[in-house]
Structure formats: structure tokens, C-alpha cells
């Protein structure tokens, strides 16, 4: 997709923005490396509702592990361009606290790793220009992704959202942005250098003009209809009295035996003939001034649409005890979704989330019955994601990994194999046998552990282990239990 440059338009600068993705993994494939049935027990692909195979280019629900950069280029080769309906991300937001600090984990007896931490860290530690640099390909990317009745969420907080606003005033045109919808995330409380800052900015764009969109409503507050709904008739029916004009100019009506001609430079609203009627029901009320109103019955407006500030209980913080809390920060609350995806989506719609987190998009978008396909970088993310969907899916959906040289993924890190195996064995807190070995030791509290990481396509067998383990010398009785890393 070309990004916008109409005339007048405002651009960001920054160094490193120009920056273009390299062209390798447009190239690659996903490997399907699971499917999981969550309610169908034999494995044919049968569907739990109809149609499971007949929708979508691979026919299943696609969760997938690794780099969203690289992802979103795969699935453009394979001809996902134009197919997505709704997007909706949650990016880490700019900060320059260190994210291992905000992460927790509730449940017990569990280890997080630096990259587990990484994955569900709300923050981003490296400079405002390196944050850009990381986003913006990826919106041009999320652009070509979109279906040309589209829309995409980009979930943000106050310090980031002004900036990656003129990003996507960009990537998609300044008049393709429908809303900025302020968020409540978190109860009252006080900032000793300024006011209590509880709110998230949610931008929403579409693709174009003739985009979905469905008009919620949230019911009446108590304070608001006593405040608004003053008035009842005789048989104790609720009512507010509405203005009875509107802006531009308009000839006279009759009201019963009166002619009133409309305030100066307003119309009276109603035709003559929906006049009469309402009259006749005594709808119609004139003030002794003159001024005309209508009653609004309280019964005929229980609800209103929904406005560009979200504090409703529909859309409403998780709380530390909430029954959906998973126990990491960054997770939002299904409601919140729920409203999106309702908005901007139908029944058989492609939705897609490229920071997918524990998964709340795809849960949601399960129980709402639209295809989804959700990214995630993070492996405990994939696992805690899983496990939810596991339990929340009425389909079969595939775990998918972006199949990559070995090779390549060594060379990008800059470091040999040797020292990778090294640093692989110390997040697991073994030690290396030997310099450059794929065997170490952990000892814990139950007895010791002899570690093996394993290699990439190379496939693990118990007679590789045993041979390993006599190659060193050591009895499998000598250890607890043997772990392969990989």
C-alpha cells in the first residue's frame, strides 16, 4: 500500500524513519507446528459450527508465534493483502521505567524468563525514535492487511498517542480517522506533579470511507435520568421536554388552534402531519412564553449511543480479583473488546490482533463468532493464549511459527553458536559442561538436571540423549530428570 501524501499533509520525522524491513522473510512460510480441537475429539477437521474449513486461505484460526514484521510480510506473499475486516492492536507503550519491573505473574510455582517478562511488559525502554522506528512498518503493513471497508484500533496511552497519531494520518489519510475514544483503565488517584492520569487513548481508523460500523448504545445512568427525566404524567410515566427546533429556516406550523411561526433562523423539526399526531396523543407542550417542546418518554430511551469517552460498566478495568484477570498488566478487559469488535465487525468477519498478548482479541472474537488470527512474539504469551483459547473456542485453530533458517536467525544476533547455546542454558540456570556445549547441569533442591538445547531441525531422540550422556561420562542415573531445551 502506498502511504498518503496528500497536499498539506503534516509528516513526522525522525532519524532512522525511513528505515525499510528487509525483504527476507517476505519470502518465508508459516509452519503449522499444532491444531488444537478444543471440542471435537477426532481429528478431521470437522467443525463444532459450519464452515470451519471453508472460510479464510488456510480454512482454521491462526495463532501465531514470532515477529509480527516478519509475519505480516509472510502472510502478504501468501495472499492475506485486503482480507483482514478489523484490526486492533495493543503495542507496548513508550516509557523509560524498566518493563521487568511492572511484570507478575499470579499463579504459583511458575518461572518467567527475561523474554517471558518481554512478553507481557507494557513498556518500551529505548528512545521515542526507536519506538517509531518499530511501529511505523508495521502500520503500512496493518494498511495493506485491511479490506477496503476496514478498520484498525491502535490502543495507546496519553504520551504516545499524539505521536503515532500523525503516523496513521499518513499511512491512511488525516479524514480516515473516525474517532480518538478515551479509555477509563484505571480507578482515581493522585500524581504528586499533576492530575491522575486514568485514561487510554484509542485511535480508530478505517481503510476508507465505506467502512463497517455499527452503533452501540449503553443503557441510561441512574444520576442522568433524574437528572434529565423530571417530569411524569398523570399515570407516573417518566418524560424530559426537548427543544422542538432546530437549525435553518422554516415556515410556521399549526399546533391545535394555534400558528407559531419558529425562533428566527430555526425550523420547527416534525412536519405539519407528524405535528397533528403527536398533538393529538399530547406529546406537544407550549410553555407560557411560547416555546415549544416534546416529551421524550423515558420508556422509549432507555439507552443512548455510545460516546467518544468509554467509563460505562460494558467496557469497565479489570480489577486485581476480576474472574477474566490472568495476572499480567497489560491484559484488557474482555467488555473493551467486546464493544469493538461489535462496532466494527460481523459474524464471519476476519478479525486480526499483531500484539496479541494472553489473547483477549481472540477469545473474544470466538465467542462473537468471527475468524480471527492473532500474532505474538512472546512464548509465554503463546501459552497462556492457548490455554484460553483451549478453553473458550468451539473450533479447531493451529499454532503457527515463521519458519526461518537456522542460519539466519544465528547471523542475526551477531553472536556464534557456541555463545548462544551458552546464554540458552543460563536463562534455564544451568552451566555449561564445557565451552561452546550443548550439555549443562542445574542443580535444584529435588536433585540435579542434565540440560540439552536442542538444535534447530535437528530432531531429539532418547538415543541422542543417551549417546550424550555417555559422551561425558555420565550416568542418566545420576541425574533427576533430563531436560531438552529447544
Not at 81 to 91: C, M, R
Amino acid at each position: 500500500m502506498a502511504v498518503s501524501r496528500s497536499k498539506g499533509a503534516v509528516r513526522l520525522t525522525w532519524p532512522g524513519k525511513d528505515m525499510r524491513p528487509t525483504k527476507t522473510a517476505a519470502g518465508g512460510r508459516l509452519v503449522t507446528r499444532e491444531v488444537v480441537y478444543p471440542c471435537c475429539h477426532e481429528p478431521s477437521g470437522a467443525a463444532c459450527f459450519p464452515e470451519v474449513n471453508s472460510k479464510g486461505i488456510e480454512g482454521l484460526n491462526r495463532l501465531i508465534w514470532g515477529d509480527n514484521l516478519a509475519v505480516m510480510q509472510t502472510l502478504i506473499s501468501q495472499g492475506y493483502a485486503g482480507q483482514i475486516n478489523l484490526i486492533y492492536i495493543d503495542p507496548p507503550f513508550f516509557s523509560q521505567q524498566d518493563y521487568t519491573q511492572r511484570f507478575r505473574m499470579r499463579r504459583r510455582g511458575s518461572v518467567s524468563l527475561p523474554e517471558q517478562r518481554f512478553a507481557f511488559s507494557d513498556t518500551w525502554v529505548g528512545g521515542l525514535d526507536s519506538y517509531l522506528t518499530m511501529l511505523y512498518p508495521r502500520l503500512v503493513l496493518m494498511a495493506e492487511l485491511l479490506r477496503d471497508d476496514g478498520n484498525l484500533w491502535v490502543h495507546l496511552d496519553d504520551q504516545t498517542a499524539p505521536y503515532v497519531k500523525v503516523l496513521l494520518d499518513e499511512i491512511f489519510g488525516r479524514e480516515n480517522c473516525i474517532n480518538q475514544v478515551v479509555w477509563r483503565r484505571t480507578t482515581a488517584h493522585g500524581d504528586r506533579k499533576g492530575c491522575g492520569r486514568i485514561h487510554d487513548t484509542l485511535l480508530w481508523y478505517t481503510k476508507g470511507p465505506d467502512y463497517y460500523f455499527a452503533q452501540p448504545e449503553v443503557p441510561l445512568r441512574p444520576e442522568y435520568i433524574e437528572q434529565f427525566y423530571r417530569f411524569r404524567d398523570a399515570d407516573g410515566r417518566r418524560y424530559r421536554l426537548v427543544t422542538f427546533s432546530a437549525k435553518g429556516p422554516g415556515p410556521p406550523r399549526r399546533f391545535g388552534t394555534q400558528v407559531l411561526a419558529p425562533p428566527p433562523g430555526r425550523h420547527w423539526a416534525w412536519s405539519q402531519e407528524k405535528i397533528d399526531r403527536a398533538w393529538q396523543q399530547g406529546r406537544i407542550v407550549i410553555s407560557a412564553g411560547g416555546a415549544v417542546h416534546y416529551k421524550q418518554y423515558l420508556d422509549e430511551h432507555l439507552s443512548r449511543p455510545v460516546q467518544s469517552i468509554w467509563d460505562d460498566a460494558a467496557v469497565r478495568y479489570l480489577s486485581a480479583h476480576s474472574r477474566e484477570n490472568t495476572g499480567f498488566e497489560t491484559q484488557k478487559p474482555m467488555g473493551l473488546l467486546r464493544r469493538i469488535l461489535k462496532m466494527c465487525s460481523r459474524p464471519g468477519d476476519l478479525v486480526a490482533d499483531f500484539f496479541a498478548g494472553s489473547g483477549t482479541t481472540l477469545v473474544v472474537a470466538e465467542e462473537l463468532q468471527r475468524w480471527w488470527l492473532g500474532c505474538e512474539q512472546g512464548k509465554t504469551g503463546i501459552e497462556v493464549a492457548r490455554a484460553r483459547l483451549a478453553q473458550a473456542s468451539s473450533q479447531p485453530f493451529s499454532i503457527d511459527e515463521l519458519a526461518t533458517s537456522g542460519r539466519a536467525v544465528y547471523a542475526s544476533t551477531g553472536l556464534r553458536l557456541w555463545q548462544i547455546n551458552q546464554r540458552v542454558l543460563a536463562l534455564y540456570g544451568a552451566v555449561p559442561i564445557d565451552k561452546g556445549d550443548v550439555l549443562g547441569t542445574k542443580l535444584s533442591p529435588d536433585g540435579g538436571e542434565l540440560v540439552y538445547v536442542a538444535q534447530r531441525g535437528r530432531p531429539v531422540s532418547a538415543e541422542k540423549v543417551a549417546k550424550l550422556v555417555a559422551q561425558y561420562n555420565r550416568s542418566a542415573e545420576s541425574f533427576k530428570k533430563v531436560v531438552v531445551l529447544g
